[in-house]
């Protein structure tokens, strides 16, 4: 058990509706990833958040959208759903600290598996 | 921009094989993190190791054991004497620390089936 919980599982849904993903973070981790996992694309990067502010961009369509709260859980909202968004998504927190910096390892959750059909 | 190749896509072996699992990364960085991930049927992603740029040692660790050579920009996995539980898929990675991000850049993983 990584100790990042992600919510839900499993999800089935339309094209063009939207989702919201949710993770928790590692209890003291202050910066949280998220990633998707598709078959041909491999684990991209999407966002990073540390303590609440975006640190950096991936490779985030702008029909996707994320936000860390002041309790540091995360949601990944994707609308618009298409086909091609179906994959597992992957959120990963990091115990950064308070000098900003990682210690190198990320722990990641189960992931959510998005279908859209 | 940072890179990791893993140009083994799929690999099969019998129990009780010793296998390798390559990895070739390009970095521009002198300071960077390597690590290699295990992502069982069950789909969670696990941590294996972390390697600084600046420890060349060899690591082992039970049946795995990594190498880590600079000057091939290479840090490759075996996995000595193979278990069925072995089978996943194995991610490479690096980190990327531009724009003061630390986030890790994958390779494309390699299948690894573990016959009885």
């Known amino acids: 058990d990584s100790g990042v919980t992600q919510t839900p599982k499993h999800l089935i849904t339309a094209t063009g509706q939207r989702v919201t993903l949710r993770c928790s973070p590692r209890s003291g981790d202050l910066s949280v990833y998220w990633y998707q996992q598709s078959l041909d694309q491999g684990l991209q990067f999407l966002i990073q958040y540390y303590n609440g502010e975006e640190r950096a961009k991936g490779n985030i369509l702008e029909r996707f959208s994320a936000q860390q709260f002041p309790d540091l859980h995360s949601e990944l909202n994707l609308s618009s759903l298409e086909l091609g968004d179906s994959a597992l998504y992957f959120c ?3 115990g950064t600290g308070t000098s900003g910096k990682n210690t190198g390892e990320l722990f990641f959750g189960e992931g959510s598996r998005l279908t859209v059909l | 921009a940072q890179k990791v190749t893993q140009a083994q ?13 390559d990895c070739v990364y390009e970095t521009r960085d002198t300071t960077y993190y390597l690590f290699w991930y295990k992502q069982p049927p069950s789909g969670e992603l696990v941590f294996l190791i972390r390697r600084n740029s600046f420890d060349e040692q060899n690591e082992i660790s039970g049946r ?16 000595t004497a193979s278990q069925v539980v072995d089978s996943a898929v194995y991610f490479c990675a690096l980190s990327d620390v531009q724009g003061g991000s630390e986030k890790l850049v994958f390779g494309k993983g390699t299948k690894l089936t573990v016959n009885p």
């Open chain 2, 9 to 21: 896509t799929e690999i099969s072996v019998v129990e009780k094989e010793d296998v390798t699992l």
């Open chain 1, 92 to 94: 990963a927190s990091s």
């Open chain 2, 64 to 79: 795995y054991s990594w190498n880590f050579q600079k000057s091939t920009s290479s840090f490759n996995f075996t996995i």
